[in-house]
């Protein structure tokens, strides 16, 4: 008796491998039956980390002086009158698959800030800790039990907020890389555990735990942690869930489709799980910081691979009838100076800068939004990154004024301020 009041109960839930499902629990919600909804809508978020130049991928202005415009070319794409960067010509040819939207503007040009501000759509504020869109997206559209609703490739973007986390991703903990194997952090069961042994080992852990909950006044968050690692089992057991995360199931044209870099394999598994009915995949292409040498950076890799990926990931969600019911933001969080410094670089710039969006309701083919013939800022009023996010989420199908509750004693207004950027969706 007095040996089993020494142990906790959260001592034990660590014992052995066991472990690695409960990491993983961590950052999953038991979907409900009730709250199960089965209404095939996705979301992938690209993000483009470091804030990539707008004058020299999607906003070019090749009549500017020549310490504006840089050392690119604009190309024509298959839209009339849409013009992008001479390195992205799969993406030209993909003009009528997204929509370009310019003169994005906003004043937090601090990587931390401006990155929480794009992936919430409300200015940061010591009061509310605002969640990002994947954890909204997995609120609202649960996937099924034995699959997570929201995975973040490698790392988080941003948190779960006020939402609380079991709402927040489950990180896959490092990239794919080709020719190497790719495990994932609470998926990937380590050497001989088998799962009829992890099976087995589940067996014991709950056996204790009924044996202990006698000696242990069980709290809500402990009870929680258990709905956790509940679906965390049956995602670890799923091979469903274990397919989906497996590249070497994938045909090698694929594989070179997408392109053998990381971002390529990333985008090929974005799509493969968006395929297996996982809600939010946010995934990372970053190096875009360009204080320097900004233009080589670009040419030689950055530019050329989001060329590839991306333009694969249109091409196999279009083949699979999946586009449509897939939304598809592509965003850094902030644009770069609209002159080249003496480091051949670009340095941050908040007042412009460009996004892409596909997929779902968008109106693809288009430009909204303009910038001055620098570059500097947007001409009008321009658009904010609140805007951005609550056409985001109506595009989507969630409701930008939609109330949560918060711990902050009343009801948080999904997107405080945006509106919808008009035109953008049909």
């Given at each position: 008796m007095e040996t089993k009041k020494m142990i906790s109960r959260r001592e034990l839930l660590r014992v052995g491998s066991l472990g690695a499902s409960l990491t993983l629990g961590n950052y999953l919600r038991c979907a409900s039956a009730a709250g199960q909804n089965d209404s095939g809508r996705s979301a992938i978020l690209v993000f483009l980390g470091g804030g990539p130049s707008h004058q020299d991928t999607f906003d070019m202005k090749p009549q500017a002086p020549v310490e504006y415009r840089g050392q690119f070319q604009p190309i024509r794409t298959t839209v009339s009158g849409m013009e992008i960067c001479e390195h992205l010509p799969k993406l030209a040819h993909r003009a009528d698959k997204y929509a370009i939207i310019r003169g994005i503007s906003h004043s937090l040009a601090d990587h931390g800030l401006g990155t929480r501000y794009l992936m919430t759509g409300n200015l940061p504020t010591p009061v509310v800790d605002y969640p990002m869109y994947g954890s909204v997206v997995s609120k609202e559209f649960p996937a099924a039990i034995d699959l997570p609703s929201f995975v973040s490739i490698e790392r988080p973007v941003e948190g779960p907020g006020y939402l609380g986390a079991e709402y927040g991703?489950?990180?896959?903990?490092?990239?794919?890389?080709?020719g190497q194997p790719f495990r994932v952090r609470g998926i990937t069961l380590d050497g001989s555990l088998t799962v009829e042994k992890y099976r087995s080992r589940r067996k014991l852990v709950q056996e204790l735990d009924t044996a202990?909950?006698?000696?242990?006044?069980?709290?809500?968050?402990?009870r929680s942690l258990d709905r956790f690692s509940e679906q965390a089992f049956q995602i670890i057991s799923s091979p469903r869930a274990r397919s989906a995360f497996d590249l070497g199931l994938e045909k090698d044209s694929e594989v070179e489709r997408f392109g053998r870099h990381e971002f390529g394999q990333s985008m090929l598994l974005t799509t493969r799980l968006i395929e297996a009915g996982v809600r939010f995949?946010?995934?990372?292409?970053?190096?875009?910081?360009?204080?320097q040498d900004n233009f080589n950076q670009l040419g030689r890799t950055l530019l050329p691979n989001?060329?590839?990926?991306?333009?694969?990931l249109l091409d196999r969600l279009g083949e699979q009838g999946?586009?449509?019911?897939?939304?598809?933001?592509?965003?850094g969080e902030f644009g770069r100076t609209p002159k080249v410094n003496n480091n051949a670089g670009r340095d941050h710039w908040a007042r412009a800068m460009c996004s892409l969006m596909a997929g779902a309701n968008t109106r693809t083919g288009q430009v909204i939004g303009a910038t001055d013939d620098k570059a500097e800022g947007p001409l009008g009023d321009g658009f904010t990154p609140d805007d951005l996010a609550a056409t985001f989420f109506q595009n989507i199908g969630i409701d930008p004024k939609a109330e949560y509750s918060a711990n902050v004693g009343r009801p948080i207004t999904l997107i405080r301020n945006g509106t919808p950027i008009e035109g953008l969706l049909s």
């Open positions: 991703p489950l990180s896959t903990g490092e990239k794919p890389r080709f202990f909950a006698e000696f242990e006044n069980l709290d809500e968050s402990v995949v946010t995934v990372l292409l970053e190096g875009w910081d360009t204080h989001l060329d590839q990926s991306l333009s694969a999946r586009l449509d019911s897939t939304a598809i933001l592509v965003t």
